[in-house]
């Protein structure tokens, strides 16, 4: 009867393993979805410099917005599309640039367009669905795996893009095709996400307040400095508090 004793045991176990195998491969998944993002951002090290010395990085403020913006709008609805929000502009980006790779304009508003969707869809979405599935060590665990998802990104895809330059020429026209490889990356991306990445944040989980507009302010924590905060508030009356204690005290010792 011992055999039959140890099967209720089995089957509370097994849901258990099932569930942190289940955590592994979406970390699997999410760190692959980095190693995407990050290989869309860095194969471009040398050849946007050469085809605009000059671009400027007027992509800070705007990229606040769209972070806080893009990660309010994914407790509503989820993880998933966030993920193909910076590889889906990415190819329409690249083949913009590679059938203008001379209009400096546009080549400007797509490198500022690229670098802020790709950062949203990689930094926040990424870190945003490893708080879905992990927590504690495990967390700590799954951001170093994302790491090193980015180090491979960062030391593979120039090598790519050296040879892509060295088969092409030195000029815009020749460039271009780096822009190309780019869009192809988003392209398997796009299908890496769709087919294999699975909702992190469970409906019942989501929020349900109102997007607004102060949601995007990106200005917002100077209000703890004007209005302060409940914790704040909190440690400032019981400071005064203490203080008209201690005056008290000393007019009656008087």
Known sequence: MAPA?????????????????????LVLKICTS????????FIFAQSEPRLFLNLCDKDGILSLM??????????????????????LSNILLGWLVFKNPRNRLLVTVCRILRLILTTF???IMCQAALADVCSGSEFSLAQSQIQVATGIAMLLTPFV????????????????YVYGAMAGIAAAHVAFVTTQLEETLDVAKRSTARF???????FGFLRIFSEGTA???????????????????SKART
């Open 231 to 249: 914790v704040l508030g909190h440690t400032r009356s019981r400071s005064w508090s203490r203080l008209q204690l201690c005056k008290c005290s």
């Open 161 to 176: 893009e050296g040879r892509i330059l060295e088969i092409s020429p030195w000029s815009p026209d020749g460039i271009r």
């Open 121 to 123: 869809s990689n930094t």
């Open 66 to 87: 769209v972070n806080q913006a893009g990660g309010k709008l994914s407790d509503c609805i989820g993880r998933k599309p966030g993920f193909l929000v910076g590889p």
């Open 212 to 218: 607004h507009i102060a949601m995007i302010n990106p």
């Open 5 to 25: 004793a140890s099967k209720p045991e089995e089957h509370a176990v097994a849901p258990e393993a099932s569930e942190e195998a289940r955590r592994r491969r």
């Open 34 to 41: 980095s190693f995407f993002s990050v290989c869309q951002h």
